[in-house]
T-cell receptor, first 110, second 114 residues
Framework: QKEVEQNSGPLSVPEGAIASLNCTYS??????FFWYRQYSGKSPELIMF????GDKEDGRFTAQLNKASQYVSLLIRDSQPSDSATYLC??????????FGKGNQVVVIP | DAGITQSPRYKITETGRQVTLMCHQT?????MFWYRQDLGHGLRLIYY???????DKGEVPDGYVVSRSKTENFPLTLESATRSQTSVYFC?????????????FGEGSRLTVL
């Protein structure tokens, strides 16, 4: 079972700032990585996925993968109040099964 | 486009009772999953299915039973509910092609076992 760790506590950022979230994983052989966003009381939704080392940008979101160090990060630029949510890091366990981290709550302060 | 629907959305039951949570998807996705979400544990996989009549255990399968006689349905049964099964249950589906790991979640079923 692949483990995914998200150890940071709630993150408060002012509107317009950059929110930075980190995630580490245990299996060096893991190939694909995901960030899901979950609003309070709602279901998770996919916002980013990354397979290759380096950065992947999509709008205000950037995912970063470093396989040598076994970490994945998510940057949210120009943070908006609508970005206030819990962000879940996930790793593909094969057969489309995902192992999720516990999540990091982000609060964007207007 | 109904997508993936779960029922009931809210359920209160007593210890020892049998409970079935329903999940229905309209996309004909191959893969379906059941996760539970608890504070301090995040999302944990209970069971998954790669196709009709093919199911397999996930991380926390004890006390749960699943079946998948039709592609679109994937019910989860708690045979004898326990308080530790109080949780929010999410059903999800995946195409199996395209983005592996792109899961589409239902709205969740909040189960309370007294």
């Amino acid at each position: 079972q692949k483990e995914v760790e998200q150890n940071s506590g709630p993150l408060s950022v002012p509107e317009g700032a950059i929110a930075s979230l980190n995630c580490t994983y245990s299996d060096r052989g893991s190939q694909s990585f995901f960030w899901y966003r979950q609003y309070s009381g709602k279901s998770p939704e996919l916002i980013m996925f990354i397979y290759s080392n380096g950065d992947k940008e999509d709008g205000r979101f950037t995912a970063q993968l470093n396989k040598a160090s076994q970490y994945v990060s998510l940057l949210i630029r120009d943070s908006q109040p609508s970005d206030s949510a819990t962000y879940l890091c996930a790793v593909n366990n094969g057969n489309n099964r995902l192992a999720f981290g516990k999540g990091n709550q982000v609060v964007v302060i207007p | 486009d109904a997508g993936i629907t779960q029922s009931p959305r809210y359920k209160i039951t007593e210890t020892g009772r049998q409970v079935t949570l329903m999940c229905h998807q309209t996309w004909s996705h191959s893969y379906m999953f059941w996760y539970r979400q608890d504070l301090g544990h995040g999302l944990r996989l209970i069971y998954y299915s790669a196709a009709a009549d093919i199911t397999d255990k996930g991380e926390v399968p004890d006390g749960y039973v699943v079946s998948r006689s039709k592609t679109e349905n994937f019910p989860l049964t708690l045979e004898s509910a326990t308080r530790s099964q109080t949780s929010v249950y999410f059903c999800a589906s995946s195409k199996g092609t395209g983005i592996p790991g792109e899961l589409f979640f239902g709205e969740g079923s909040r189960l309370t076992v007294l």
